[in-house]
């Protein structure tokens, strides 16, 4: 008796974790797929084309300024006016140097926003399948787990993709 009873208390749990539901989902590629994230990627396009242009309209400046600087010493003109002007050279480099720390920060900063809208709309849509669902648990296989069982556990992709209202046949874009 004590031996049927051990028995069962050793395959219960076994039997309560085959029970359960596990799940699994590429966040990555849902991700792509996602419009807002399409949005994004247009948005902070645009953003790096406008800074772009801003950068090379300065760095143009710089190099006619430069420019004429090389020509007035050529053409003997007094050290006080070389001067002022090798300073003005140095102030619109440094203004240079400085936009393009700013620009690198700030489209960082743009892109970091942007992707945490993203990834708070897949996870309030895994949050409600998971509930739904019925899932323990669900695992992201783009999050590096190593060894994820696709007999074990369901791929919840589909219902995730649903849940975001992207069809279940779409492909994520090549890129340009």
């Known amino acids: ?60 400046e710089l190099e006619k300024q430069g420019a004429e600087f090389e020509k007035m010493q050529k053409d003997s003109v007094p050290e006080a006016i070389l001067k002022n002007r090798y300073e003005q050279l140095m102030q619109l480099n440094e203004r240079l140097n400085q936009y393009a720390q700013e620009v690198s920060t700030n489209l960082q900063k743009a892109e970091s926003e942007k992707m945490i809208a993203i990834q708070t709309t897949l996870r309030n849509a895994l949050d409600l399948i998971g509930k739904e669902g019925g899932f323990v648990c669900i695992f992201d296989i783009a999050g590096g787990m190593p060894y994820i069982s696709t007999t074990l556990c369901e791929d919840v992709s589909s219902l995730v993709k649903a849940k975001l209202g992207i069809p279940a046949n779409a492909v994520i874009p090549a890129k340009k």
């Open 1 to 60: 008796m004590k031996k049927i009873l051990i028995l069962l208390l050793l395959v219960a749990p076994l039997s309560m974790l085959a029970q359960q539901k596990f799940g699994y989902v590429n966040s990555s590629e849902i991700m792509q797929l996602m419009p807002e994230f399409s949005k994004a990627q247009k948005e902070l396009q645009e953003l790096e084309k406008m800074y772009t242009t801003e950068y090379n309209s300065l760095r143009t």
